[in-house]
T-cell receptor, first 113, second 114 residues
Framework: DSGVTQTPKHLITATGQRVTLRCSPR?????VYWYQQSLDQGLQFLIQ???????AKGNILERFSAQQFPDLHSELNLSSLELGDSALYFC????????????FGSGTRLTVV | GESVGLHLPTLSVQEGDNSIINCAYS??????FIWYKQESGKGPQFIID?????DKRQGQRVTVLLNKTVKHLSLQIAATQPGDSAVYFC?????????????FGKGTKLSVIP
């Protein structure tokens, strides 16, 4: 157990729908990162939050959004889902300032049908 | 288990032999590199890291080599074991970018033959 908890583990939904993925970082970690892993694009950075504030943005679509709450858990919202959004979505957390603490969760597998 | 990628380069190694996994990185400004191991159904797991002011770093059964001239990184695994079977990714970071986001390579699938 990495200490980073992601729910749900699996999600199947229809095109056009909206889903929310949840991540609880390791205790004490202030930063949360979201990554998408698809068969053709590999692991791609989406967005980072640090202590509730957006810190960096990567290849995140406008249909996607995220936030980090006061208790430091984070949610990734995916809307108007398309077949191509099917992927593994990983959350990672870090204490910030220390790469040794950069830890990934087990991911949420999203299937859009 | 879950498939990470259907078109990954694959390296097959006999148990007990040494494995070498290679990675070409893209950003000459990157100054920090990490190797991750990803087993089926799990998230990437940290193996070893190296900063750009080093050429070589050793861990337990693993060694990372960095050649900045040709932007190449390699991971050497000594005495490869069945438990080493996984997909291996290199990842890079440019500290000047101001965050700890990582850019990942495509990955290599290591299969250990018992």
């Amino acid at each position: 157990d990495s200490g980073v908890t992601q729910t749900p583990k699996h999600l199947i939904t229809a095109t056009g729908q909206r889903v929310t993925l949840r991540c609880s970082p390791r205790s004490g970690d202030l930063s949360v990162y979201w990554y998408q892993q698809s068969l053709d694009q590999g692991l791609q950075f989406l967005i980072q939050y640090y202590n509730g504030e957006e810190r960096a943005k990567g290849n995140i679509l406008e249909r996607f959004s995220a936030q980090q709450f006061p208790d430091l858990h984070s949610e990734l919202n995916l809307s108007s889902l398309e077949l191509g959004d099917s992927a593994l979505y990983f959350c990672a957390s870090s204490p910030e300032g220390n790469f040794y603490g950069y830890t990934f969760g087990s991911g949420t597998r999203l299937t859009v049908v | 288990g879950e498939s990470v990628g259907l078109h990954l380069p694959t390296l097959s190694v006999q148990e007990g032999d040494n494995s070498i996994i290679n990675c070409a990185y893209s950003n000459s400004a990157s100054d920090y590199f990490i190797w991750y191991k990803q087993e089926s159904g799990k998230g990437p797991q940290f193996i070893i890291d190296i900063r750009s002011n080093m050429d070589k770093r050793q861990g337990q059964r693993v060694t990372v080599l960095l050649n900045k001239t040709v932007k190449h990184l390699s991971l050497q695994i000594a005495a490869t074991q069945p438990g080493d079977s996984a997909v291996y990714f290199c990842a890079e970071n440019h500290s000047g970018a101001g965050s700890y986001q990582l850019t990942f390579g495509k990955g290599t699938k290591l299969s250990v033959i018992p």
